[in-house]
């Protein structure tokens, strides 16, 4: 399908490929599986500060509705492309699967440069984006939460927009919200202390001491800034960080306190006193015993794979390492790879966890969501894990064939309407 042209579908794809062929899906499953049931492209035009009209797109894809409403984040970003989003939502469907959840997944976004927009600006086109949306989404249709850009006031502007057209709150038409309105404690911490809970396990899967262990991480946002807190308090010493704006280095440790209030006032890490400067480039290629990439997609690529000097890497974002990489790397048997849809899960399973909170308006203490987490991350890190081994197929194929299977057995016994 041309609608969906773009180097990252093309990468869901390849990745889709090879695992149905692992599992010898047959020919005529293969294109229900792979194209996304409903995509929305949606103009959206806002008032600008200075009175000037701009009009923007808007993108949401529903890849399947087989196992219940469709689910998965926003996102607001300048290269946000539908197949860029069509490929977002097919990992989604895969993530879900591996980790139990009633679940499609989903994926939306705007091709747009939050940084350059006011806050009321932001505020006007989030709004207009949930108007537009209203025919196509709802608490048992199509459920939204952060990603990249977007954070718990975008969550809360899209909440009132589709509660103010209801006539009623409706808390449940999205995860990711401000726990004063219905949001789950733990939520916004949730991926990266999946991440930090999943690389634990991966130390002891390969036997290396997380207390003796560094790390480094490509992206300092929601993902990356929680994840190294996580992995501090497993005693992994964080010595390089990068975000857009640059990066930096300190061999002794970041103190990630200091760091954090430097973010807070300049909105970069780059700067920090009392560190090198690093580029992305040199960050991915550093010594380190743990490299996280938290940031874009296709990071670890055909140049970098054979570069890369890490025991563990953790795909705390979606898609960083492209199908060329993964080739290279399946030849580095030294890397264990935790890939991206089970790295990551920690978010939609604590999103899940909000939406059924939101469902029983009953609440749950922060105890009670995190051990629930874990129990979910460890299941499907466990089963991975097996089935690799078992099969002696790398990390990425196990994980993606458990929740592909799950998927195409769920059509399977539903039948094809009519
Ligand atoms: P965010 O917007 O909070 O942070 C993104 C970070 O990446 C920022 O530090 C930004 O400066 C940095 N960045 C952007 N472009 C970069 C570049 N070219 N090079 C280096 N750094 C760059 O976003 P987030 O929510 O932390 O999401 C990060 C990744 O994690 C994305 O791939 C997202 O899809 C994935 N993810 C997020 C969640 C979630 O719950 N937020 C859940 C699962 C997966």
């Given at each position: 399908?041309?609608?969906y042209?773009h180097p990252t579908f093309l990468m869901a794809c390849q990745q889709?490929?090879?695992?149905?062929?692992?599992?010898?899906?047959?020919?005529?499953?293969?294109?229900?599986?792979?194209?996304?049931?409903?995509?929305?492209?949606?103009?959206?035009?806002?008032?600008?500060?200075?009175?000037?009209?701009?009009?923007?797109?808007?993108?949401?894809v529903?890849?399947?509705?087989?196992?219940?409403?469709?689910?998965g984040g926003?996102r607001?970003h300048p290269q946000v492309s539908l197949g860029e989003v069509a490929a977002l939502a097919m990992w989604m469907?895969w993530k879900?699967?591996?980790?139990?959840?009633?679940?499609?997944?989903?994926k939306?976004g705007?091709?747009?440069?939050?940084?350059?927009?006011?806050?009321?600006?932001?505020?006007?086109?989030?709004?207009?984006?949930?108007?537009?949306?209203?025919?196509?989404?709802?608490?048992?249709?199509?459920?939204?939460?952060?990603d990249l850009g977007?954070?718990?006031?975008?969550?809360?502007?899209?909440?009132?927009?589709?509660?103010?057209?209801?006539?009623?709150?409706?808390?449940?038409?999205?995860?990711?919200?401000?726990?004063?309105?219905?949001?789950?404690?733990?939520?916004?911490?949730?991926?990266?202390?999946?991440?930090?809970?999943?690389?634990?396990?991966?130390?002891?899967?390969?036997?290396?001491?997380?207390?003796?262990?560094?790390?480094?991480?490509q992206g300092?946002g929601?993902v990356g800034?929680?994840?190294?807190?996580?992995?501090?308090?497993?005693?992994?010493?964080?010595?390089?960080?990068?975000?857009a704006?640059?990066?930096?280095?300190?061999?002794?440790?970041?103190?990630?306190?200091?760091?954090?209030?430097?973010?807070?006032?300049?909105?970069?890490?780059?700067?920090?006193?009392?560190?090198?400067?690093?580029?992305n480039?040199?960050?991915l290629?550093?010594?380190?015993?743990?490299?996280v990439p938290a940031a874009l997609e296709r990071q670890i690529t055909a140049e970098n794979a054979?570069?890369?000097?890490?025991?563990?890497l953790?795909e705390a974002a979606n898609g960083p390492t492209t199908p060329e990489a993964d080739?290279?790397?399946?030849?580095?048997?030294?890397?264990?790879?935790?890939p991206d849809v089970?790295c990551n899960?920690?978010?939609?399973?604590?999103?899940?966890?909000?939406?059924?909170?939101?469902?029983?308006?009953?609440?749950?203490?922060?105890?009670?969501?995190?051990?629930?987490?874990?129990?979910?991350?460890?299941?499907?890190?466990?089963?991975?894990?097996?089935?690799?081994?078992?099969?002696?197929?790398?990390?990425r194929?196990?994980?993606?064939?458990?929740?592909?299977?799950?998927?195409?057995?769920?059509?399977?016994?539903?039948?094809?309407?009519?």
């Open positions: 399908m041309d609608i042209d889709f490929d090879q695992v149905a062929d692992h599992l010898e899906i047959p020919q005529e499953d293969r294109d229900r599986l792979k194209y996304p049931k409903r995509s929305m492209v949606v103009a959206l035009p806002i008032h600008k500060d200075d009175g000037s009209t701009q009009v923007f797109t808007g993108y949401r529903q890849h399947h509705l087989t196992l219940g409403p469709t689910k926003l607001f469907s879900c699967a591996l980790c139990g959840l009633p679940y499609g997944g989903a939306g705007i091709t747009c440069d939050p940084g350059k927009l006011s806050l009321t600006e932001l505020e006007r086109l989030t709004r207009r984006y949930t108007q537009e949306m209203i025919p196509f989404i709802g608490p048992q249709v199509d459920v939204m939460a952060p977007t954070n718990q006031q975008v969550m809360a502007w899209m909440m009132d927009t589709y509660s103010v057209h209801m006539g009623h709150t409706v808390p449940s038409i999205v995860t990711g919200k401000p726990v004063g309105l219905g949001g789950s404690l733990g939520r916004r911490e949730a991926t990266g202390r999946g991440v930090g809970y999943l690389v634990n396990r991966a130390t002891d899967t390969i036997g290396l001491d997380i207390s003796k262990a560094t790390a480094a991480i300092f929601n800034s929680i994840t190294a807190l996580s992995l501090a308090r497993y005693g992994v010493k964080i010595i390089a960080v990068t975000d704006f640059g990066g930096v280095y300190n061999a002794e440790g970041l103190n990630l306190w200091e760091l954090e209030k430097h973010v807070a006032a300049r909105k970069t890490v780059a700067g920090f006193p009392g560190a090198d400067a690093l580029t480039e040199q960050l290629e550093l010594p380190c015993d743990i490299l054979g570069k890369i000097k890490c025991r563990i953790a080739a290279i790397i399946a030849q580095r048997p030294e890397i264990f790879v935790i089970l899960a920690g978010g939609v399973v604590v999103s899940y966890f909000e939406w059924v909170q939101d469902l029983q308006s009953f609440f749950w203490g922060e105890t009670e969501v995190v051990d629930k987490l874990f129990r979910i991350l460890e299941a499907a890190f466990t089963q991975t894990v097996t089935l690799s081994r078992k099969q002696k197929i790398p990390m194929v196990a994980a993606l064939s458990l929740g592909i299977k799950r998927v195409q057995e769920a059509k399977r016994t539903r039948g094809l309407f009519p």
